[in-house]
């Protein structure tokens, strides 16, 4: 099964891809970037267009 991934070396912690899919992605207070907390939280197509809005590409779909 296909899941999201967050390459945090270029996640800026805009909070988009939270914001769309708050199921799949939050941002670990942490570290103030973007976490996977459930890889089928949302739908793909939500998860897609939380992909497409990430702008500096840091989300990807891994097998
Ligand atoms: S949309 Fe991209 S840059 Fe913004 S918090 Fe999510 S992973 Fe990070």
Known sequence: M???QV???ICIGCGT???L????FAIDP???KAT???PSGNTEAEIDT???????GAISWTE
């Open 2 to 4: 296909k899941q999201p």
């Open 7 to 9: 390459n945090q070396d």
């Open 17 to 19: 891809c939270a914001a």
């Open 21 to 24: 899919a708050p199921a799949t």
């Open 30 to 32: 942490n570290t103030g």
């Open 36 to 38: 996977v907390v459930n």
């Open 50 to 56: 939380a992909i497409a809005s990430c702008p500096g």
